[in-house]
């Protein structure tokens, strides 16, 4: 059993072994630099009541338990832990335990949603993307933060997509759209009555689009071209916040950017150098 559990346990405990016991586990964050009379203070015991439980936990005394204690917390640091994607933290976290969770639930969103990627649904979205005269970006809410995130990448290749839904044109940009074109939807539920009726009006037209989504058997998947799945973890409304879901959408379009950024590097090197040495004129216009 690890020193934690055990002190969260209690096993054995008296009274007053148990509220240093409390006092520990919400400061962790601070133990490490306390010493033995810090802690009789703050819980209002004696230096033989801290040696006492220290004893007890199997070490010759405070400062063993001190070090032990330490090591076991950046052990914890890097072991991956199953957070709840809707409710990741509790009002009892310390903030560093708080920090831990949220990193936690960033690495396995990540990881969930690469085992679920497939190469070849990877390969066909960067072709799509690469071969377009225009890429039109729909999302809304969190989601349109992360297609301005992906627009924003590719200023810096000279590729300007558009942002779709902005200031409520929707409409008008999808009927601007021809078969040069292709459609990026960002839809954790995919049931947006609004781009079912835009998703429509493609499909009969036979422009290319694409849908990155945790939900493939909704109508808006089964219009598309090309789905792009991630964890479906998230309940619809009762959530802190679209923690996992917003996680996956920027892994899914930062790897995009990156495969077709990697597809012709040398030029996109030099046209960075090229900028570069702009951004010095640009500089000296003051």
């Known amino acids: 059993m690890t020193l934690l559990k055990k002190l969260e346990q209690k096993k054995g405990f008296t009274d007053t072994e148990e509220r240093i016991a409390d006092f520990i586990l919400k400061s962790l ?29 199997g070490y010759s005394g405070y400062r063993d338990f001190k070090v032990a204690l330490i090591h076991e917390i950046q052990s914890n640091k890097h072991a991956i832990a199953d957070v709840n994607p809707n409710f ?4 009892t976290d310390s903030s560093l335990t708080i920090a831990k969770k949220m ?12 085992f679920k990627l ?11 993307v690469r071969n377009a005269k225009r890429i039109f970006l729909f999302g809304n809410g969190d989601s349109q933060i992360r297609a301005r995130s992906f627009q924003n990448k590719f200023i810096k290749i000279d590729k300007h997509l558009i942002i779709a839904d902005e200031y409520g044109e929707a409409t008008w940009n999808a009927l601007s759209m021809d078969q040069l074109d292709c459609a990026i939807f960002i839809s954790y539920a995919g049931n ?28 808006m998947s089964k219009l598309c ?13 009762f959530k802190i916040g679209t923690f996992s879901s917003q996680i996956a959408f920027e ?19 030099d046209n960075l150098k090229k900028k570069e040495k702009a951004f010095r004129k640009w500089e000296l216009f003051k």
Do not use: W
């Not at 497939?118 to 799509?128: F, R, S, T």
């Not at 781009?195 to 493609?202: A, E, G």
């Not at 071209?225 to 409304?237: G, R, T």
């Open 192 to 219: 947006s009555e609004p781009h079912l009726k835009i998703l429509k009006y493609l499909s009969s037209l036979k422009i290319s689009s694409i849908m990155l989504t945790g939900n493939p058997e909704s109508t």
């Open 251 to 269: 892994y899914i379009l930062d790897t995009i950017f990156s495969v077709i950024y990697a597809n012709e590097y040398t030029r996109n090197l």
């Open 118 to 128: 497939e190469g070849d649904q990877l390969y066909k979205a960067v072709e799509i």
């Open 103 to 114: 990193a936690d639930l960033m690495i396995e969103t990540i990881r969930k949603t690469l």
């Open 29 to 57: 964050e601070d133990i490490p630099n306390m010493y033995i009379q810090e802690l009789a203070e703050s819980t209002f015991t004696s230096h033989s009541a801290i040696i006492r439980l220290s004893q007890k936990l």
């Open 225 to 237: 071209d090309l789905i792009i799945e991630v964890p479906d973890d998230e309940y619809d409304f």
């Open 88 to 91: 990741p933290f509790l009002p």
